[in-house]
Every structure is written in structure tokens, then in C-alpha cells.
């Protein structure tokens, strides 16, 4: 089958096959109506006209065709498209009888769809042939006779799209009455609700479905002519909301009412008040001699309209800070300047602080202005307002006193009266006096604001000079900071002093002396380097850095105190030991092994990857003070002979006055300086070897003492590892 194409009002059909002719068909029994004939190619599509009285049909043969649909159109095919032709009028009564033509419900379909496009008429009414019914529309809904399904449900389908549009219209606004047959649940719930929050409808009648009941409004409430859960409970909830706008309602007349009774109270006040004003005046008149006292407070109270005292009121100010004061600023921070660890922050706070104050000294020099100029202006206006006849404040408050004795018998007519005379009362008032004590007092004053100006250029320069002072620090820091990363001074030239020596020695003809000559020279360079990195930052060290910042000082050189301390003990050769680090402890160390000694605590300890070998003497008595000493006497007098080990680092702890201790730190056995310069050279990282074992050092002592660490504990040096493989023997290099 190529094409198919029905007729406008569906009674028949027409299609296309893949041969050369054209089939007309009944739709509802399906039997073939006739066969069209006449193209010379395979069928490709055929098409109803509007009117649905001509059928095109299109070819293969590249020809299109225009056929009868069919041989005659029936009176009531005529008179059903001429109804569905053109809108329906509202007042429109029709009545159609098919005579005896064939009608189908697709008939009465057709005419009930243009009705709803177009818009419902008065009365309509229809005779159906098959099945035999009748059909019609009351109150705008469908009914009729058969008990046909298919007619029974297009009917169904008819009323439900007209409670569609009834409710559409009511909820809109369009109607004011509801009337609904078979409506649904939903729908019913929709109206109710609509009804509870607009105006009530003139009409409310809405029959349901399923289940089956009738809804109406009486007296403002909803009822039903059955019981039904669902429809019970929107009743239900619907009244509560009608009840409760109908208290509402009831609620703003009231309140309404009220509003009345209370102007109309008002009003009637007004006029007693005025009949008291008036007769009030006509007791105080001179004529009646009454109340002079209260006829004279009145003129002083006429006399006193518009004073300024009257309006004028103390200015109030917003609270200011606390003031820091500028020598108690310069104290702090001369004392923040002594403590490196605090001195950022205590300098930052105090400049905070200073501009803190500096605003509220602004701020209570703003406020002293315009306390003089509020003073300065009362004073002024009331010296030109008031007159010469004004009695003292003394006389006044007689005055008031008197009148207020000769009103007192008349309760009635008392506070009219005391009206009369009311500015004379607001006159005397305390909260009046004060505002005129604070007036003069404000005038003697004056408005000389210097010592807060003095104080204000005082906190400026302290915090601009806090400002360039916190960038020094922050240059001391990086000073530090920059050292630090260098490595020690006073370890650097010692280094140094030693690859001098090995260049020294090995510039003379010796045997393998080129390749350890090349490397102490490349160590020797590198050193220098770094040493002339060292001097390049110790020359940003400017006097007046020092001064502010003086850590600065120490930092290339042991601190005096540690020297005094030393010489006291007796230890005057690690005094001349320029490996000697104060910076340092035995905590930093790693201990790889501990080896039992009679005079000392001997261990092989690690650092940075570096293996070392360590000496521990306890300092709490002569001898072992000596013991110390000795030994580090041997390292300074044979510093450069091969058979003492390479002294690194040289530490002490002197923080416990009983148990003070010093640990000499030096290398581990090693080969001659050429492979030592070279291994120090390339520095690969290395491990506790196994070699270096306790028995691989010349310095055996008894073990004594255990090094703490604290802060001043000082230590010693780096250890190159020895090597497993050498048979000969080993040799300490310095």
C-alpha cells in the first residue's frame, strides 16, 4: 500500500496501492466502494479535498488527477457540513433530522467537536438512525435515550470536556455560577477551593461521578445529598476555610464600627476640650480678677515661645578609643627592639595602636569644634531673643509655683489652665539648666585643640619611624637568613685554612698529588666562593642596622659570655678551637652506636648523611674538666699531623650547673687528604657504614657521661666514611 487518505467527516477512504488503481472504501464496515481507473504508472499518493467531495490522486506517470468522491452527497451530509462550516450562535436553537440517510456516531461526533471549537447553542436536538437515539444538550451538557456504549462514551467524552471548561471559566472569572454533571474528584476539590478564597457564586451545584453524589451550597456551606470519604473531606476542609473568612469578615466590620465610635469619641472630645479653652480663657481674663498668677505665667509663657534653650539639646558624640600614650609606645618598642623572636609583631601592634589613637584624637578634635560651635551659637541666639521685660529664672519659677496653687482648686478646668502657661514649665525644667551650664562651660573651654595636635604629631612620626625601623628588621631577618643557608663563618674558614694547607702540600712533586691537587683547588675555589658570598651580605651589615638589630653582631663570632665561662672553667683550649659551635647540639646527632670507654662517653653518631665519631666528657668536676681540656689541647697542637682524626664541631651544654657537658665531635678513619678532598668534593650522600666501627678511632675514652641537649650544648664535625676494602693500615687525617 503506497497512500491512504480519509474523507473530512471520516465516513470513508480512500487508498493508493502499488498497482494502477484507486480504492474508495466504507470506513465503518469496511466494504469497498468502487475502483478508480485511469494512470498508465504505479499509484504515489491520493488526497480528500476539504469539502471532502473530490479526490487528487498523483502517479508514477508523472500525472495527477482530480475524481468524483462520490456519485451524490447526501441532504444531511449537506446540512452537517453546513453546520460545521461556520461558528455556532449562542442563541441558536438546531434541530437536525437525517430523514432516511445513514447516521453513525461519527456523525454526532462531528457536530459535538465543532460545538466545543466554536462555542455551545441554545438547544440542540438529534436523531440518530444506528443505534436508534436521540440525542440533545441540557444546562449545556449532553444527554440521550440509548444505552449504546460507543454512543455512551462520546457522551462521557462530551460532559468531561465541558466541566473542563466550566471550571476554566468559574476559576477565571468569566461566569459567577457553577453548575457541573459528572464531574471529578479533582475538579470538584478545584471549585471548592476557588469558592472559599474569592467572592461566594450566585449558583453551586456539582454532581459527581464516582462516586456518585450531588454537591450544592447553602447559607455559605457546602453539603451533599450522600455520604462519600472523599467528598467529605473537601466539604469538610472547605467550610473551615468559610467559616473562617466569614469571622473575618465579621472581625474588620467591627473593627470598622469601632474606627467610627472612635472618631466619632474624638470628635466629642474636641469640642469639651474647646468649650475648657474657652471658658479657661475667660476665667483667666483680667476682667474677672480670678486667676492672675496663672493670666501672668501665661504672658512670661508667650514671652518664651521659640527660646533656642528650648530646642537646643547637648550634641552627643560617638565613644573614641584609648589613647596610647607616646612615650609609653617608645618604652615598648625600645624594649621589643631587644627581642628578635617578638619584635615583628610587638612593632606592628604598637602601629596599630598609634594610628588607632591618632583617629581618635582626630575624632576628639572634630567633636571639641563642634561643641564650641553648638555653644558659641546658643549662646548668641538666645543673647538676641530674648527680651528686656523677662523676669530672672527665680522670679519664673515663683511665677509657676503661684499659678500652679491657684489652678489646684479647680480640677475641671486645671489643665486647661496649666496649658495656658505649659512653655513657662518647659522652660524650668533641670534638663533646660543643663543644657545652658554646659553652654557656658563649653564657651570657657574654647576651642584650643593644640595638646591633642602635639599628641597626634607625635603618634605620626612614632609610627613612621616604627614603619622604617620594621623594614630593617625585615633586612636583618634576610641577613640571617641568607647566613644561614651559607653555612658558618668561622667553620667556612677554618675549612678553608685546611685546603690551603693540602694545596700547600701537594704543589710539590708527589705521587698521585695532580688529581688531589685538582680537587682541593676546586674545594678551595668553591670555598671562596661562598665566602665571598658570606662577605657580600655581612657588607649590608650598615652601623645603623647593627645598632637597631644587634644579633647582627654575633653572628660571625662566638658570643662573650660562652668565652668568660669557659675560662673559668678551665677549658682555655677549647676557647683557641675555632670549630666550636654554639649553634648546635649532641640532639641534633644521630646515634649510630655507643662504645664503652673508661674516661668517656665514645659513640659514632650521624648528620646530614655524614657518619662522625664523638668524645662526651662531664664537666662537673676538676678532672674531668682536664680530661676534656687535654684532649682538645691534643687536636689544637696536632691539628695537622696524620695520626689525630679531623676535629668537625666542638659542642657544650652549660645550661645545668650540675651536670654541664662537652662532646668533641671529629671524623672517622679515613684515607689520606687526596681521597678526602675528593669525597668532600662530590658529597654523595651516604649511610652509617658498617666499617666504621668503634674500634676504627684512636680516641678511646671511659664512658662517663650521657651529652644533653639543650640550647647550649656545642658540637662538632663532619665524618668522611672509611673504607671496607683497604688492608693497610689506617691513618688520621687533619
Not at 32 to 50: E, Y
Not at 149 to 168: H, P, R, S, T
Not at 589 to 597: D, G, H, L, P, R
Amino acid at each position: 500500500m503506497r497512500s491512504i487518505a480519509f474523507s473530512p467527516d471520516g465516513r470513508t477512504l480512500v487508498s493508493g496501492p502499488l498497482n494502477k488503481t484507486i480504492k474508495q472504501w466504507y470506513v465503518a464496515t469496511g466494504a469497498l466502494i468502487r475502483t478508480i481507473s485511469g494512470h498508465d504508472g504505479k499509484m504515489m499518493g491520493v488526497a480528500f479535498s476539504r469539502d471532502g467531495t473530490t479526490i487528487v490522486s498523483g502517479s508514477s506517470d508523472t500525472t495527477a488527477k482530480v475524481w468524483s468522491a462520490l456519485p451524490r452527497t447526501t441532504q444531511f451530509q449537506a446540512t452537517v457540513n453546513q453546520l460545521c462550516s461556520s461558528p455556532v450562535a449562542p442563541d441558536a436553537d438546531i434541530a437536525i433530522d437525517p430523514g432516511d440517510s445513514e447516521v453513525l456516531p461519527c456523525d454526532i461526533a462531528r457536530i459535538i467537536l465543532h460545538f466545543l471549537a466554536t462555542g455551545l447553542p441554545r438547544s440542540f436536538t438529534m436523531t440518530l438512525a444506528r443505534p436508534a437515539a436521540r440525542v440533545w444538550l441540557e444546562n449545556k451538557f449532553a444527554k440521550t435515550d440509548s444505552d449504546d456504549e460507543g454512543l455512551a462514551k462520546l457522551i462521557k467524552l462530551y460532559i468531561a470536556c465541558i466541566c473542563d471548561q466550566n471550571v476554566a471559566d468559574f476559576c477565571s472569572g468569566a461566569v459567577s455560577n457553577v453548575f457541573l454533571v459528572d464531574a471529578t474528584i479533582d475538579q470538584l476539590k478545584q471549585v471548592v477551593t476557588h469558592v472559599t478564597s474569592n467572592a461566594v457564586p450566585s449558583s453551586f451545584t456539582v454532581t459527581t461521578a464516582d462516586p456518585a453524589t450531588t454537591v450544592t451550597l447553602t447559607d455559605g456551606l457546602f453539603s451533599a445529598d450522600r455520604h462519600a470519604l472523599e467528598v467529605d473531606a473537601i466539604l469538610s476542609d472547605g467550610n473551615c476555610r468559610m467559616l473562617q473568612t466569614a469571622m473575618a469578615e465579621q472581625e474588620s466590620r467591627a473593627e470598622q464600627n469601632m474606627e467610627l465610635l472612635r472618631a466619632e469619641l474624638s470628635h466629642a472630645r474636641s469640642e469639651v476640650a474647646d468649650l475648657k479653652a474657652t471658658l479657661a480663657s475667660f476665667c483667666a481674663s483680667p476682667q474677672t480678677g480670678r486667676f492672675t498668677e496663672a493670666s501672668r505665667a501665661a504672658d512670661i509663657s508667650a514671652m518664651l515661645e521659640g527660646h533656642p534653650l528650648l530646642s537646643a539639646a547637648i550634641p552627643t558624640h560617638d565613644g573614641v578609643g584609648p589613647i596610647p600614650s607616646p612615650a609609653g609606645l617608645i618604652s615598648r618598642l625600645g624594649h621589643a627592639r631587644r627581642q628578635p623572636e617578638t619584635r615583628v609583631a610587638e612593632y606592628k601592634a604598637a602601629i596599630a595602636q598609634a594610628r588607632a589613637g591618632v583617629e581618635a584624637l582626630e575624632t576628639t578634635i572634630a567633636a571639641v569644634s563642634a561643641d564650641y560651635q553648638a555653644a558659641s551659637s546658643i549662646i548668641d541666639s538666645a543673647a538676641a531673643f530674648e527680651p528686656e521685660s523677662l523676669p530672672s529664672l527665680d522670679e519664673m519659677a515663683r511665677v509657676l509655683e503661684v499659678a500652679d496653687n491657684e489652678v489646684v482648686g479647680f480640677p475641671t478646668l486645671a489643665p486647661e489652665l496649666q496649658a495656658r502657661y505649659a512653655t513657662l514649665r518647659a522652660f524650668l525644667q533641670p534638663a533646660v539648666r543643663e543644657t545652658w551650664q554646659w553652654t557656658l562651660v563649653q564657651k570657657e573651654l574654647g576651642d584650643d585643640t593644640s595638646a591633642e595636635e602635639r599628641t597626634i604629631r607625635q603618634l605620626t612620626g612614632l609610627a613612621a619611624e616604627a614603619e622604617v625601623r620594621l623594614a630593617g628588621f625585615a633586612e636583618a631577618d634576610a641577613i640571617t637568613v641568607q647566613l644561614q643557608t651559607l653555612g658558618d663563618n668561622q667553620h667556612l674558614k677554618s675549612s678553608m685554612t685546611s685546603l690551603k694547607e693540602t694545596v700547600e702540600f701537594y704543589s710539590r712533586p708527589r705521587k698521585n698529588g695532580a688529581a688531589i691537587l685538582k680537587d682541593a683547588a676546586d674545594d678551595l675555589e668553591n670555598a671562596n666562593a661562598t665566602l665571598a658570598k658570606m662577605v657580600a651580605v655581612l657588607a649590608r651589615r650598615t652601623p645603623q642596622l647593627v645598632r637597631l638589630c644587634p644579633e647582627l653582631e654575633a653572628l660571625t663570632a662566638p658570643s662573650a659570655s660562652l668565652f668568660a665561662e669557659l675560662h673559668e672553667m678551665g677549658l682555655a683550649h677549647l676557647m683557641d678551637l675555632p670549630e666550636m659551635r654554639a649553634d648546635l647540639s649532641l640532639s641534633d646527632f644521630a646515634v649510630e652506636s655507643t662504645v664503652s670507654e673508661n674516661r668517656a662517653l665514645c659513640q659514632i653518631v650521624a648528620r646530614d648523611g655524614q657518619i662522625y665519631f664523638a668524645k662526651t666528657f662531664k664537666l662537673d668536676s676538676a678532672h674531668q674538666r682536664k680530661l676534656c681540656d687535654r684532649e682538645a689541647g691534643i687536636l689544637s697542637r696536632m691539628a695537622h699531623s696524620p695520626a689525630v682524626p679531623r676535629l668537625h664541631f666542638v659542642l657544650l651544654d652549660l645550661s645545668d650547673p650540675e651536670r654541664k657537658t662537652g662532646a668533641i665531635v671529629k671524623g672517622a678513619p679515613r684515607a689520606p687528604p687526596a681521597r678526602r678532598l675528593s669525597q668532600l668534593a662530590r658529597q654523595p650522600a651516604q649511610t652509617a657504614p658498617t666499617a666504621c666501627s668503634p674500634r676504627s678511632t684512636t680516641c678511646t675514652a671511659r664512658a662517663s657521661a650521657t651529652a644533653t641537649s639543650s640550647p647550649r650544648t656545642s658540637c662538632c664535625a663532619r665524618a668522611t666514611p672509611c673504607s671496607s676494602t683497604s688492608r693497610r693500615p689506617r691513618t688520621w687525617t687533619p
